[in-house]
């Protein structure tokens, strides 16, 4: 009776956690993220191995109702490049939830590990990213939380497929989306603006995937102290409200001009101008023979291992959070325009973009539970339990953000 714990309307039948152990061996723990603990499980008679998630209920209502949207979710979804649900469990202290076990390396681990790495072969991931989001959004789901880490090749095969993971964010779009939330280098405008979102959120964010994996640097970055975090988000979000990065040299020299165009055609300000993920699949770049095969390894694997952190943040435990606080712009603001530079494609230019609002940190890292954002912006930026807030994760990659993060 997996899968039938939980259909809305029907008496609450819960599981026996006997149930779950007679199934399946449950390993130790794996990693711990925010709302929840991750297992591998063997599935005692096939003896084929799973991921399992399992989120406590006695950790609050915020965790039940992740894991009552992840569940949701998944069981709506069927890509060969999403990772499946397999079996889904209630018991009453306790949310199951297995799910196919990608055993593959994180993209960056690939990058690094290759002889010879092309934009063809930049181009070939995104394809498939775009073909599941564009899956994802024919459906009305927005991710919301799409980037580097949540994507991962789903065996160690040489021509493994690459697998997106990771849904507890994710929402079904029924009208625009107010609440902010996701990982503060991949945020689309609108969502820093405190605007309403939907869909084009996700493309913007696989423009961000897409410019580090060309270049090896993110696009918006901030070269405040480690521990300035109410600068360096005050400054970070200030450019990506603008739109405000480059295709600078040395790195971009040798990126052809079709690539540049899809990368700020996805991060376009204007959420209403911004290429579709359908759109983007179209793109000569990715549908056609305008992607190079020059070889960039050197370069981008350069500026990988020393924007990113990599023996560090691939250690980490990535379940620390930080609650940064959002003011809504004032309405008075007048818009600012910033080109990106540096292509054939032309300045990326906003139009009326707010102004960015203001950021206080509560500075503290924690493992606990996230208040529910509030979509009612506080009047003043002085923190308070009213304001809205955006759930950060610190094992973003970011040449700030590498020392937040918690070893194990």
């Given at each position: 009776?997996?899968?039938?714990?939980?259909?809305?309307?029907?008496k609450?039948?819960?599981?026996?956690?006997?149930?779950?152990?007679?199934?399946?061996?449950?390993g130790?723990v794996v990693?711990?993220?925010e709302f929840?603990?991750?297992?591998?499980a063997?599935?005692?008679?096939?003896?084929?191995m799973?991921t399992?998630?399992?989120?406590?209920?006695?950790?609050?209502?915020?965790?039940?109702?992740a894991?009552?949207?992840?569940?949701?979710?998944?069981?709506?979804?069927?890509h060969?490049?999403?990772?499946?649900?397999?079996?889904?469990?209630?018991?009453?202290?306790?949310?199951?939830?297995?799910?196919e076990?990608?055993?593959?390396?994180?993209?960056?681990?690939?990058?690094?590990?290759?002889?010879?790495?092309?934009?063809?072969?930049t181009?070939?991931?995104?394809?498939?990213?775009l073909?599941?989001?564009?899956?994802?959004?024919?459906?009305?789901?927005?991710h919301?939380?799409?980037k580097?880490?949540?994507?991962?090749?789903?065996n160690?095969?040489k021509?493994?497929?690459?697998?997106?993971?990771?849904f507890?964010?994710?929402?079904?779009?029924n009208?625009?989306?107010?609440?902010?939330?996701?990982?503060p280098?991949?945020?689309?405008?609108?969502?820093v603006?405190?605007?309403?979102?939907?869909?084009?959120?996700?493309?913007?964010?696989?423009?961000?995937?897409?410019?580090?994996?060309l270049?090896?640097?993110?696009?918006?970055?901030?070269d405040a102290?480690?521990?300035?975090?109410d600068?360096?988000?005050?400054?970070?979000?200030r450019?990506?409200?603008?739109?405000?990065y480059?295709?600078?040299?040395?790195?971009?020299?040798?990126?052809?001009?079709?690539?540049?165009n899809?990368?700020?055609?996805?991060?376009?300000?204007?959420?209403?101008?911004?290429?579709t993920?359908?759109?983007?699949?179209?793109?000569?770049?990715?549908?056609?023979?305008?992607?190079?095969?020059?070889?960039?390894?050197?370069?981008?694997?350069?500026?990988?291992?020393?924007?990113?952190?990599?023996?560090?943040?691939?250690?980490?435990?990535?379940?620390?959070?930080?609650?940064?606080?959002?003011?809504?712009?004032?309405?008075?603001?007048?818009g600012?325009?910033?080109?990106?530079?540096?292509?054939?494609?032309?300045?990326?230019?906003?139009s009326?973009?707010?102004?960015?609002?203001a950021?206080t940190?509560?500075?503290?890292?924690?493992?606990?539970?996230?208040?529910?954002?509030?979509?009612?912006?506080?009047?003043?930026?002085t923190?308070?339990?009213?304001?809205?807030?955006?759930?950060?994760?610190?094992?973003?990659?970011?040449?700030?953000s590498?020392?937040?993060?918690?070893?194990?």
């Amino acid at each position: 009776m997996p899968f039938g714990c939980l259909t809305p309307g029907e008496k609450k039948n819960y599981n026996n956690p006997s149930e779950v152990t007679d199934k399946y061996d449950l390993g130790q723990v794996v990693k711990s993220e925010e709302f929840c603990e991750i297992f591998r499980a063997k599935d005692k008679n096939t003896l084929k191995m799973y991921t399992c998630k399992k989120f406590l209920k006695k950790d609050g209502r915020k965790v039940r109702k992740a894991a009552k949207n992840e569940i949701l979710i998944l069981k709506m979804v069927k890509h060969p490049n999403i990772l499946q649900l397999v079996d889904v469990y209630e018991t009453r202290k306790e949310y199951f939830l297995f799910l196919e076990l990608a055993s593959g390396r994180e993209v960056f681990d690939w990058i690094l590990d290759q002889g010879y790495y092309s934009e063809r072969d930049t181009s070939n991931v995104m394809r498939q990213v775009l073909e599941a989001v564009a899956y994802l959004h024919s459906l009305h789901i927005v991710h919301r939380n799409l980037k580097l880490e949540n994507l991962v090749y789903f065996n160690r095969l040489k021509h493994s497929k690459i697998v997106i993971s990771d849904f507890h964010l994710a929402k079904l779009e029924n009208g625009l989306i107010k609440e902010p939330c996701g990982t503060p280098e991949y945020l689309a405008p609108e969502v820093v603006g405190r605007q309403r979102y939907g869909r084009p959120v996700d493309c913007w964010a696989i423009g961000v995937v897409m410019y580090i994996l060309l270049s090896g640097n993110p696009p918006f970055y901030e070269d405040a102290d480690d521990d300035d975090y109410d600068n360096h988000d005050k400054n970070l979000f200030r450019k990506i409200l603008a739109g405000d990065y480059e295709f600078d040299s040395p790195y971009w020299d040798e990126i052809s001009d079709s690539a540049k165009n899809l990368v700020a055609c996805l991060m376009e300000v204007d959420q209403d101008q911004r290429l579709t993920a359908q759109e983007a699949i179209n793109h000569e770049w990715i549908s056609g023979n305008a992607a190079s095969d020059k070889n960039i390894k050197d370069g981008v694997c350069a500026q990988i291992e020393k924007n990113f952190a990599k023996a560090k943040w691939k250690k980490a435990v990535r379940v620390t959070t930080l609650m940064k606080r959002l003011r809504a712009p004032d309405q008075s603001d007048s818009g600012a325009s910033s080109p990106a530079t540096g292509t054939s494609a032309g300045p990326v230019t906003p139009s009326n973009d707010p102004q960015p609002p203001a950021v206080t940190s509560e500075g503290t890292p924690s493992t606990t539970e996230t208040p529910t954002p509030d979509p009612t912006p506080a009047p003043t930026p002085t923190p308070a339990p009213e304001q809205t807030t955006v759930t950060v994760e610190t094992g973003v990659p970011s040449q700030c953000s590498a020392d937040t993060l918690t070893e194990p």
